[in-house]
């Protein structure tokens, strides 16, 4: 049994809402653009809450935002201050966050906190010269010979982590492209500075902060500059302020490593609230091509118990490429070899695809990866477009492959933007398979059997099964391997799941006319600022999953023992199954089916089929 969560917690709604959100990754410039510049905006994201709030997920992380140059898709801040003017101003990004909040969804920012663009004032200043009250706040050296031990991060464009510069006539340090000098957080006035920036944008009403490159803040001779005992002082000092002044507010580390190095995120549970789990990723890819358990069930074996009051963040696909760094060289020979089969599908060291494309758009494979998302511990981050099973452009260069404009619709530019089609950011999809014509959100809601109708249900069901987010798991022993099974078990509070006047989502979009609405529909946690969290009581919860990685129809038969006496109850259609006896529990799954089971005390169950 691998416990991933701590087991003894008291819950706490207000503070812990990060345990069981679904958090939804968005791109401001690719979400909707309502001012017909070609650029989505914050305004054009205001626009859409009605939609996300339908679609049932907990917090927004925005993707940079600030000024820059846009050589790293924004990853390269010029001024931390500021909204992009493309995207819109503070005053629209406050009536973003207060609308979201009001509708019981939180927001998280992107906290570039690593480097700056070289375009940045700071950068310009601290160049100029050697002696200038800047000089200090970038890494500068005479040689480019420092540091040998750091490996460079985008391998395929950088050669060397040290640049030279024409101007102070030295080299500086950066751990990404070398237009993202690293800031020095050696110098205590890029601490205070940085402190400001997180102050001011949590002043705003911000709910916390995705700590963008972490691990690279300091370096060390003789090390390779990751993880150092200095990046973890420093967190700790963030987490004491957020704590003091700022209580209920996140930190989600960024940190690409192994299982054990990114658990010291967490610290004592006095780091960060959530880190990414990343090895994870790449092996859920890995178990479904080759139709085994082993990549999952080994990674959650090396994977070390979370401390109180932390989580993992999980997830299928993000903005950057699908990263294959955290595999050995044989499985990314592998992976390469099966999910990237035209060379211009790679990007840096991993895949520049979209979640559908990667499964060839078979949706029972999506919805099996989904379902693995859902239940496996962690809060699930779901990316832009991928609840339509979106498509990519491996055509557009670095990432922006997965970054084309959100399909709304089968108008023109998909319902992203009336600009002209020659001023848009990035051109949208228009192939026969994921074009705009053939995936968007109005031909989804319309159709009750879509792939975006499929996942909402999932997230009503989730949030309906609130252990799936803390509880602990239990993974069951099966001959089989290609079926996968784990029980997920703990106790839960008991809230009362009736969200307040308006609060909830909303019975229907205001687009479509007939999207059923299930009771469950209503059932929503609000946070504590926004509503009455319900009882405080406690009940013990136990959900069994079961998935077929296989394309086969399976037979497996469970060892549940420990289970016995309860009563398996199918979650999406409340079907009771045979009760749990002492011997192994046979089932037989589809091609990549799941199956969630509440395990009821006889006394709940509904029925009995036996
Ligand atoms: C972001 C990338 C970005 C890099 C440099 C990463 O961790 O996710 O998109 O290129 O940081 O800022």
Redesign the pocket.
């Known amino acids: 049994m691998t416990a991933l969560v701590p087991s003894d917690r008291s819950y706490d709604p207000s503070d812990r809402w990060f345990q069981d959100a679904v958090f939804y990754e968005v791109l401001v410039r690719g979400f909707y653009d309502a001012n017909d510049d070609g650029t989505g905006d914050l305004a054009g994201l205001r626009a859409k809450l009605d939609y996300l709030q339908w679609l049932g997920i907990d917090c927004l992380w925005l993707l940079p935002f600030c000024p820059s140059p846009m050589r790293?898709?924004g990853?390269d801040v010029s001024d931390f201050f500021n909204v992009h003017p493309d995207y819109g101003t503070l005053g629209e990004l406050v009536g973003l966050l207060e609308d979201a909040h009001r509708r019981g969804i939180r927001v998280i920012a992107d906290l570039?906190i690593n480097?700056t663009s070289d375009q940045h004032p700071w950068f310009a200043e601290s160049r100029s010269s050697r002696t200038n009250p800047k000089a200090d706040w970038y890494v500068w050296n005479d040689d480019d010979q420092r540091w040998p031990e750091a490996r460079v991060v985008f391998t395929d464009v950088e050669r060397s982590n040290w640049t030279w510069d024409d101007v102070r006539q030295q080299y500086y340090w950066h751990r990404?492209y070398s237009h993202?000098p690293d800031l020095n957080y050696d110098n205590p006035e890029v601490v205070e500075a940085m402190f400001e920036v997180v102050r001011f944008w949590l002043d705003l009403g911000f709910d916390g902060f995705r700590l963008?490159?972490v691990p690279y803040l300091y370096q060390r001779d003789g090390t390779s500059g990751e993880h150092l005992p200095e990046t973890h002082a420093f967190i700790r000092r963030l987490r004491k302020q957020l704590d003091a002044e700022y209580s209920g507010r996140v930190l989600l580390a960024?940190a690409n490593g192994w299982p054990a190095d990114v658990a010291d995120y967490f610290g004592d549970g006095d780091e960060c609230h959530l880190c990414f789990h990343f090895p994870l990723m790449p092996r859920l890819f890995m178990a479904v091509r080759r139709e085994h358990r082993f990549p999952i069930t080994e990674i959650l074996s090396q994977t070390p118990e979370l401390p109180d009051g932390c989580q993992w963040a999980i997830f299928l696909r993000n903005?950057?490429e699908l990263t294959l760094e955290q595999v050995t060289d044989e499985e990314r020979d592998y992976l390469f070899a099966e999910y990237a089969k035209d060379p211009r599908m790679k990007r840096h060291m991993g895949i520049g695809r979209r979640l559908a494309p990667l499964l060839d758009g078979d949706r029972r494979l999506a919805e099996l990866l989904y379902s693995l998302l859902l239940s496996l511990p962690g809060s699930p981050v779901l990316y832009y477009g991928d609840e339509l099973l979106m498509g990519d452009n491996i055509y557009l260069g670095d990432?922006d492959s997965v970054r084309t404009p959100m399909q709304w619709s089968p108008d023109r530019n998909g319902g992203f933007s009336r600009a002209d089609f020659a001023q848009l950011y990035l051109p949208p999809l228009m192939d026969p398979v994921y074009g705009f014509g053939a995936v968007n959100v109005e031909a989804q809601l319309r159709n009750p059997g879509s792939f975006l109708h499929w996942i909402r249900g999932m997230l009503v069901q989730r949030r309906s099964l609130p252990v799936l987010g803390i509880g602990n798991i239990e993974l069951l022993d099966c001959p089989n391997p290609a079926v996968l099974a784990f029980v997920r078990w703990g106790e839960v509070a008991d809230v009362s799941l009736a969200a307040p006047d308006g609060l909830g989502p909303p019975a229907v979009m205001p687009t479509v006319a007939a999207v059923p609405v299930e009771p469950a529909d209503v059932a929503r946690t609000v946070p504590a600022e926004h509503g009455a969290p319900g009882a405080a009581r406690t009940r013990f919860q136990a959900v069994l999953c079961v998935h077929n990685l296989s394309r086969f129809a399976q037979p497996v038969q469970l060892d549940l023992a420990g289970w016995a006496g309860r009563r398996p109850v199918e979650v999406l259609g409340r079907v009771s199954f045979a009760p749990i006896g002492p011997e192994p529990y046979s089932l037989a799954l589809g091609p990549h089916g799941y199956l969630w089971f509440d395990l009821v005390e006889p006394a709940w169950a509904e029925s009995d089929p036996s």
């Open positions: 790293d898709g990853y570039v480097h990404f993202q963008d490159a960024e903005h950057d990432r």
